[in-house]
């Protein structure tokens, strides 16, 4: 069975207390603390999984609480959910440059609050994969080739899968984009079409590479990422900053491993995927063949999957119009050969996606 986590909830309402544990006793081992003062005895005896810290305390407020976790080896590395009455963007901004891994609004309903504390522990762990993971690099880089290359692709596959959870897409984006790239590739093969490039490729590292096209939105904040309606004109500026955000990522990951061919891929699809043919697109406004061949690919096949993939704001649509939008946008978002190439396939995509739906 799985181990049950351990969560203290810390508020000096008792009302908000008694309602909080009520809501939580059945899936985890819940200590309520009715001051920070008293969150701080317990941990002298119990370290949790997961803190949810209200902000608006007397003596010591959760801010201050967090500035102690924070400067204490011992419970540093504790995650922490901060609980508020308030809907204040400023304090939210102060508590997010803490460390806190997320901000709950009172009062809470059951539903949202497990979930979001759900979310949070399944971003924990995956990160103390990685963090384990850059901890044994060293070591693992003496042994032989076989097994570093097996403890690469794991990296890959913790990092994909935190990008696509904190994402909102943990739907099988990842798996379907591997699943297009590899019909496109096969079929430029058989066409023979940029073959002088491709012959120079590992085809299992572009595999493997294109799962991480979207890593750098681990930079952007979940507010952005998970809002439920369209992004305004600064928020989506932000947003365009996650494939220099996700390059920068892979660059400090590319420092420790033994085997670097793979990363050169991934750098080059997380950072123009949203790159458009005639130059229309970000970050940094490439044109035609300029944008890598891999990101010129990853572009299909990441709109291709957007389309056909329900969104908070939107309905997803039919294949034979995802179809249809890639086809005009030949010459302008797309490279116009590539799409050529696309369309001989899109029945096959058509029925990988068909099993998610």
Known sequence: MDRRHTIFLVDDNNVDLAIGKSMLKD????????????????????????????????????????????????????????????????????????????????PFTAPILTKRIENALAVVSQRNELNNFKCNIKDIERKNNKQVVDIQNSVLNVLAELAELRGGT??????????YLELLLNQLIADDIYSDEISTWNLDYIYSSAQLHDVGKLSISDKILNKPSK????????????????????RKIELGLAHDTFMRHA????????????????????RGEDIPLEGRLMAIVDVYDA????????????????????AMGSGTHFDPVLVGVFQKVAVQFAQIAAGHR
């Open 27 to 106: 899936y985890y081992n819940v200590y309520p603390a009715q001051s920070a003062h008293k969150l701080f005895d317990l941990l002298y005896n119990v370290v949790p999984d997961l803190i949810l810290l209200d902000i608006e305390m007397p003596e010591m407020n959760g801010y201050e609480a967090m500035r102690m976790l924070n400067d204490d080896p011992r419970f540093m590395d504790i995650p922490v959910i901060f609980l508020t009455a308030a809907s204040d963007a400023e304090a939210e901004l102060e508590g997010l440059s803490l460390g806190a891994l997320d901000f709950i609004t009172k």
């Open 267 to 286: 750098r080059a699809i997380a950072g123009t995927h949203h790159e458009k043919w005639d130059g229309t697109g970000y970050p940094v406004g490439l």
């Open 170 to 179: 943990a739907d099988g984006h990842v798996n379907r984009t591997h699943k």
């Open 231 to 250: 992004l305004s004109i600064d928020e989506f500026n932000e947003m365009k900053k996650h494939p220099f955000a996700g390059v920068d990522t892979l």
């Open 307 to 326: 389309l056909i993939s329900p969104r908070p704001y939107r309905r997803p649509v039919s294949c034979a119009e995802a179809e249809r939008i890639i």
